[in-house]
């Protein structure tokens, strides 16, 4: 399904990504769609994600620049009165920097990638977003790497650069260490199953579904994650686990659960629909 780096070309293309919800409190659940992506496609390559609220009305969109190689080179996302645009460096095959220019402009961040082989072992991010990840509704990282691990990525709070250490098993990003001031924040590990991730390579240059690059992007889809974020006086934990439906070894629907204090228990969904 790849056949240069830089490109996103899989076998199966994504029409469509639904988020929604089942929450239960006191024996009571409710069941809300969250949101909607819609993708659209000019022949082999993906052209525009339209996202939607839970009632189906557009929010936003997503809309790539491609060059001659059909390596993604800028992202122009739009939600409401936020615009970003994310422009994409490359030295020869690989993904070099990944620079957030922002209407916001105290928000502007950079991503750097460093390599050892095949693979990206260190991601540092730089500069300060009092938004954190609230990018037009957009993490940019999660066009490069898995979602689950997108989301540990975010800048800081602070005027500090945050380094990102990645360790692989194969094709997958098993673990990782966040360093602030030389210290290490917090650790991740995932497990995997050996479905195919349909999202692999999506705008990113390296891994599986861009060729080249092959490592980037993990293979297949988490199954377990486990988190320990390292505090002054203690440690806070998380582990979640996620269940699939496939067809043909492609996931139609992943599910996970999360439980708060509270005692409300939250199912999560994402479903899959295919051209």
């Not at 992506?37 to 390559?45: A, H, T």
């Not at 320990?228 to 582990?239: A, D, K, M, R, Y």
Request: proline share 3%; net charge negative.
């Amino acid at each position: 399904s790849c056949e240069k780096e830089g490109q996103y070309l899989p076998k199966k293309k994504i029409s469509r990504i639904t988020t929604s919800t089942a929450s239960t409190l006191w024996g009571v659940t409710t069941t809300a769609v969250t949101g909607y992506q819609d993708l659209e496609w000019s022949g082999k390559l993906l052209s525009k994600i339209t996202l939607r609220d839970g009632d189906g009305d557009v929010y936003g969109a997503v809309v790539p620049q491609y060059d001659n190689k059909k390596r993604v080179t800028s992202l122009h996302c739009v939600t409401g009165d936020d615009i970003d645009d994310f422009k994409f460096t490359y030295d020869g095959k690989d993904l070099m920097k990944i620079t957030r220019y922002s209407n916001d402009k105290d928000a502007v961040t950079e991503y750097s990638f460093r390599k050892d082989g095949k693979n990206v072992v260190e991601i540092t991010v730089q500069g300060y977003s009092s938004k954190a990840l609230d990018y037009a509704g957009i993490n940019p990282l999660q066009f490069v790497l898995p979602q689950e691990i997108a989301e540990a990525i975010k800048p800081s709070d602070e005027k500090v650069s945050i380094i990102y250490r990645l360790a692989w098993d194969g094709k997958n990003v098993s673990s990782m260490e966040e360093i602030r001031n030389g210290v290490v924040a917090a650790n991740y590990d995932w497990a995997y199953d050996d479905g195919i991730n349909p999202l692999r390579g999506l705008f990113s240059t390296g891994n599986g579904s861009l060729n080249g690059f092959e490592e980037l992007y993990s293979a297949n889809n988490v199954l377990e994650s486990h988190s320990i974020i390292h505090l002054t006086l203690t440690n806070l934990e998380e582990h979640f686990k996620y269940e699939y439906e496939y067809d043909n070894n492609y996931p139609v629907k992943k599910s996970w659960l999360t439980t708060a204090s509270t005692g409300l228990e939250v199912v999560h969904t994402v479903s899959y629909m295919y051209l």
